[in-house]
């Protein structure tokens, strides 16, 4: 009985430990699950990956030469004999135009191979106006590259590499750039100032900045970039490249956590058409594009809705062909949103030429969508010009010659003019004469020379047609107008407040 009850008891106490155990490990369980995200996925070393990935990763060294200004202007007289210091002069003047002699420059990057047959990937300002282009890889072999292509909008070259005796070169992927996550791990590798080989470590700090430089949205880190490490790689932690770093913003020249990385999208899709093409081809829609403020939308009576305003339609491009009108504001295209004219610029860029899509226009306060097939883009074609800002108040009154408006002077559009502010010979409207400094006019930034071509989407041919204009946008309870405007061949959609009262301000 004894034996059997001890038995008992000792079997009772070691399953109250078994169920204290699995408590506690349950506990602790659930204590990791709770840690921040960074503390569980935070790597003990980059190490591994590192050297997985840098023998694909290359420095390269550019030469260019420079053609100095040729500053002997002829050929220089030689000082007569027997004149002081003579020859001290012809000796200085001998020295002086030796230094007309070209000279070299020479830069120093990063870059990555993305083939074993040696195709690499940098920037296009590493490499541009290079004579010599040298790739050297991690184990210090050089070789002579030659550019298959490169493209200045995207900031994108590929260069070739020949292996020698049939070898083949370690290799990097494009991984997809939308994939990863703000807060990811992220390494760059490259060749900081001269130091070829450097690795430094942060994080996916945003997506989609644009830092007005070419037709991408940046990828932003705060892993270390400094000079030298433009088209370098910028890994994630399954070792493909999401990036090729490019630029920084730095008061000081180093980095201060703030870098920028072209996505590796946008990378597969240049470095694709660049090799196929030698160049990269673009859609083009034809059409001169602005910014949609509140007094816009306030302006044209409608909900403020984000997109980009068409300021301009060019004769016989794909938007005419289209029906797309000025004043059209563009909010979607081919089912992706448009937020800003940099948004549908980069949309349009990156549509395949003579495909059809959706466009999706506010017209008159209603949506309307018309089907759109692009064109090809060429560097010198514009598309992305923007509407200035708005501000305040003024009034107006007419005769047969001029009108006051607003603070503003107006009188029909004549040849003397046209040759006093440039106007071309196309241009129909009212051309602004006068700006009273402290009026609604001056500051939305109409200046003389401007002409007026629409009011709230109705043409302009005389003084008068605005001062209706404006009348009736008043009697309306309208707080502004919007007016499209011409200056030395750029048009640009402009909102106008208006004055509560019909108080002139006309001082200079």
Not at 146 to 163: C, F, T, Y
Request: glycine share 10%; charged share 30%; hydrophobic share 35%.
């Amino acid at each position: 009985m004894s034996t059997y009850l001890t038995k008992n008891i000792d079997m009772r106490a070691s399953n109250v430990l078994k169920v204290m155990l699995m408590s506690f490990m349950i506990l602790a369980a659930a204590a990791i699950s709770m840690q921040p995200v960074s503390a569980r996925g935070a790597p003990d070393s980059f190490a591994d990956l590192v050297e997985k990935l840098s023998p694909a990763v290359v420095n390269i060294s550019t030469v260019q030469t420079i053609e100095q200004p040729d500053r002997r202007r002829g050929e220089r007289p030689r000082m007569p004999e027997g004149v002081p210091f003579g020859e001290f002069w012809d000796q200085f003047r001998d020295r002086f135009e030796d230094d007309d002699e070209p000279r070299t420059a020479r830069s120093l990057g990063s870059g990555f191979i993305i083939s074993e047959k040696g195709i690499v990937i940098t920037n296009n300002h590493v490499i541009e106006e290079a004579d010599e282009i040298t790739v050297r890889l991690k184990d210090g072999v050089e070789y002579e590259a030659e550019v298959l292509g490169r493209d200045s909008l995207s900031d994108v070259a590929v260069l070739q590499i020949k292996p020698n005796n049939g070898e083949k070169f370690p290799f990097v992927v494009l991984g997809d750039s939308d994939k990863d996550r703000i807060g990811d791990w992220v390494i760059a590798i490259g060749n900081p100032f001269g130091f070829g080989g450097s690795v430094s470590a942060g994080i996916l700090s945003a997506r989609n900045r644009d830092i007005n430089a070419g037709d991408v949205e940046y990828i932003q880190t705060d892993a270390p970039i400094n000079r030298g490490n433009s088209g370098g790689p910028l890994f994630n932690m399954a070792g493909e490249v999401i990036g090729v770093n490019t630029a920084i913003i730095s008061p000081t020249g180093g980095s201060v956590g703030i870098g920028f990385s072209i996505p590796s999208n946008d990378v597969k899709r240049v470095a694709s058409e660049l090799q196929e093409h030698g160049k990269v081809r673009r859609g083009w829609l034809g059409v001169g594009i602005g910014p949609v403020s509140k007094e816009t939308a306030e302006a044209l009576g409608i909900e403020f809705v984000e997109g980009a305003i068409i300021n301009r339609v060019e004769p016989e491009s794909p938007a005419a062909a289209a029906g797309v009108e000025v004043g059209d504001i563009i909010i979607e295209w081919d089912d992706k949103p448009v937020d800003g004219p940099n948004s549908l610029s980069r949309l349009v860029k990156r549509t395949n030429i003579d495909q059809p899509v959706d466009v999706v226009v506010v017209r008159g306060g209603k949506k309307v969508t018309l089907s759109v097939t692009t064109g090809e883009f060429q560097q010198d074609q514009a598309g992305n010009q923007s509407s200035q800002e708005e501000e305040d108040e003024g009034q107006g009154r007419d005769d047969d010659d001029h009108a006051l408006v607003e603070g503003m002077e107006l009188t029909p559009i004549n040849d003397s003019l046209r040759r006093k502010y440039n106007v071309g010979d196309d241009v129909e409207g009212v051309v602004v004469t006068r700006v009273a400094r402290r009026s609604p006019a001056f500051r939305a930034g109409l200046r003389p020379g401007v002409v007026i071509l629409r009011v709230n989407q109705t043409q302009v041919k005389r003084p008068s047609d605005v001062v209706e204009l404006v009348e009736q946008a008043r009697e309306d309870d309208r707080k502004s107008i919007l007016m499209l405007v011409s200056l030395r061949g750029n048009t640009a959609h402009i909102p106008l407040r208006l004055l509560k009262e019909r108080d002139q301000d006309s001082e200079e």
